[in-house]
């Protein structure tokens, strides 16, 4: 533990550890995905994909070392023992800050299949990590703008089976997909530009998440509904590193994906405003918990 250094040492440090482990793993995984390409066998090609799942583990184990070296932060998270990394999860979760995704690796590694999110099909050419994500089977995806849609609707119907091309992938292996369903980063400032109807939310964007679902074409089978809790204001990434967040909650629910929750969201307008309210609903019980939570913490 390096609690006793002065923050914003603990900070740069952490940053720079992240970072190394960062450039470390996704040059292995790089390495084996040269493998990959030389070995275009089936069963040569799932051997180094294998390889590239288990250096991210590495990355993710590395990463909730560095937490433990820097952070004097009382955790408090729910039993995963209940989730199992031969099943296929659609997880969503609220966003405040780009350590959620440090948050959910510590959470959900080896708890669950590796986490994964849509990307765009630009990054797939940014060196190392690029690479990596092509490695580990990262959805790469190129949707229109909306401008363009509404001047050709059809191109909605060809991202999303682009889309589903991309994810085809899915079907042999066990895989976690990430929605963070509020589209951004929390801020007090979004909050008030949005009126957001939560004390702590913004509001969900349903569009992005039936997408999801309805790219995947059933394979997602249970969804994690996590809620993850800073205990203390306006907390942000550099806050984590500096290991200046006294304790932090996440909360999860894991349910089935029901048949009703998949559709088509832009054409059927009787499924869009059921998936609105299944959302806005699951919304209002995290915004609860949230308020509950800090409550009990003296918040």
């Not at 482990?21 to 066998?41: D, E, H, M, Q, T």
Request: net charge positive.
């Amino acid at each position: 533990m390096l609690s006793w250094l002065p923050k914003p040492l603990i900070g740069v440090l952490s940053i720079v550890l992240y970072t190394l482990n960062l450039l470390f793993c996704s040059i292995l995984i790089s390495l084996a995905g040269i493998l990959k390409v030389v070995y275009r066998g089936g069963k040569g090609r799932q051997t180094f994909e294998k390889v590239g799942h288990n250096i991210a583990k590495i990355w993710a184990c590395i990463n909730d070392a560095i937490i433990w070296l820097t952070c004097k932060t009382t955790w408090e998270i729910d039993d995963p023992n209940q989730l199992s990394e031969q099943q296929w999860y659609l997880l969503i979760s609220n966003h405040q800050s780009w350590a959620d995704i440090v948050i959910l690796e510590k959470v959900f590694v080896r708890k669950s299949p590796m986490l994964k999110f849509f990307l765009k099909k630009e990054l797939r050419w940014v060196p190392l990590v690029g690479t990596s994500c092509w490695v580990l089977n990262f959805p790469f995806m190129q949707r229109h703008s909306k401008a363009a849609i509404e001047r050709n609707p059809h191109l909605r119907k060809q991202d999303l089976e682009t889309t589903k091309k991309a994810c085809s992938l899915f079907q042999a292996t066990p895989t976690t997909l990430i929605n963070f369903v509020e589209g951004t980063r929390f801020t007090p400032q979004k909050h008030d530009l949005q009126q957001s109807p939560f004390q702590y939310l913004l509001k969900p964007k349903a569009g992005g998440t039936a997408f999801a679902l309805a790219a995947m074409n059933g394979t997602l089978k249970e969804l994690i509904d996590v809620t993850i809790i800073y205990h203390g204001k306006n907390v942000s990434a550099w806050d984590f590193a500096c290991g200046k967040i006294n304790k932090i909650t996440v909360k999860f629910n894991v349910t089935p994906i029901t048949s009703d929750l998949i559709g088509d969201y832009h054409d059927d307008e009787k499924f869009r405003e059921h998936f609105q309210k299944w959302l806005n609903d699951l919304w209002v019980k995290k915004d609860k918990l949230i308020a509950e939570e800090l409550q009990k913490n003296g918040h």
